[in-house]
């Protein structure tokens, strides 16, 4: 027995004595967290697939209990049928693992960045998404969640330097700040915080999973949906994220997207960085032009 899988050898234990883990392997496309599939025999003879997540030191930093907030997150959206990783086990701070550890299901699903009808592709990601905030947050524990308009706080700070010309002038960063200190026209709805393809499992054309919650918080639904439109301007085009945007609304109908405009400029800033993303320079000038065109429509729209 090799002595790095001690360690997980050691957790199926500890989740069932009567389970046996076959074998581990190291999964690919993490960014912000270390991922481990276990794959495991049950006593009945089925054969399940787990994953161990280990979040990364800045998340961590960020908010030290992120694993154990990511469970109970977990477990309610589960409960509330929403199409996320089962939570299997918590791994408590220094037992078996340095740092703390989630194990979740593992989804047999992928990524899906080219698909073949984007009305459909963009209806399913408003599905989810509309979902996801109709949850009653006055109805369900979200007090461990952080709130997302304090997020945009700090980042409107931090990232001031990096903020494009069009974002960093007096006239807006005043418009920005009073809208910060302005009630929210909308019931607060759970956020899943990061809301892009790259967080959405498909499996023969279907939405299968969202995944990656280490960004979620509480807020007004448009920040997500603000977020997804930007993502899907980067990925696919200005018609496609008319196209979710179009089909989320008639989704959501009670909500109030007068200040939608606001939200987009909050996206613009989170994703600001997207430079440093270690893409190759066509990618970069693409995504460059795609988001000062996105930022300027959401000025227009403040000034308006």
Not at 88 to 102: C, H, M, N, R, S
Not at 283 to 289: A, I, L, Q, S
């Amino acid at each position: 027995m090799v002595q790095e899988d001690q360690k997980f050898y050691t957790l199926v234990h500890r989740m069932n004595t009567a389970w046996q883990l076959l074998r581990t392997w190291v999964l690919k496309g993490g960014i912000s967290a270390q991922v481990t599939g276990l794959e495991i025999l049950q006593s009945d003879g089925h054969i399940i697939k787990l994953i161990v997540r280990e979040h990364g030191d800045l998340d961590l930093q960020r908010n030290p209990h992120l694993a154990a907030d990511e469970f109970k997150l977990l477990n309610l959206l589960h409960s509330e049928s929403v199409a996320v990783p089962k939570p299997y086990y918590l791994v408590p701070d220094g037992e078996l693992f340095i740092k703390p550890a989630l194990v979740i299901e593992f989804i047999e699903g992928k990524t899906n960045f080219a698909p073949s009808n984007m009305n459909e592709y963009t209806y399913q990601l408003a599905v989810a998404l509309s979902q996801l905030h109709r949850i009653d947050c006055s109805c369900v524990d979200v007090s461990f969640l952080p709130q997302q308009i304090e997020n945009y706080n700090i980042l409107l700070v931090k990232d001031l330097l990096r903020m494009d010309s069009l974002l960093n002038n007096s006239d807006t960063l005043e418009k920005i700040h009073s809208f910060l200190r302005s009630p929210s026209c909308n019931k607060v709805a759970i956020l899943h915080g990061d809301f892009w393809s790259g967080n959405l499992l498909w499996n023969n054309g279907q939405l299968i999973s969202l995944i990656d919650w280490e960004d979620a918080a509480v807020g007004d639904p448009l920040a997500d949906l603000a977020n997804g439109r930007l993502e899907i301007l980067f990925h696919f085009g200005e018609d496609a994220m008319n196209c979710f945007t179009n089909h989320y609304q008639a989704m959501m109908p009670t909500v109030d997207y007068s200040h939608l405009a606001y939200w987009d400029v909050f996206a613009a800033l989170r994703l600001c960085r997207f430079s440093e993303w270690g893409l190759d320079e066509e990618t970069v000038k693409m995504m460059h032009d795609k988001y000062r065109f996105f930022v300027s429509q959401a000025i227009n729209r403040l000034i308006s």
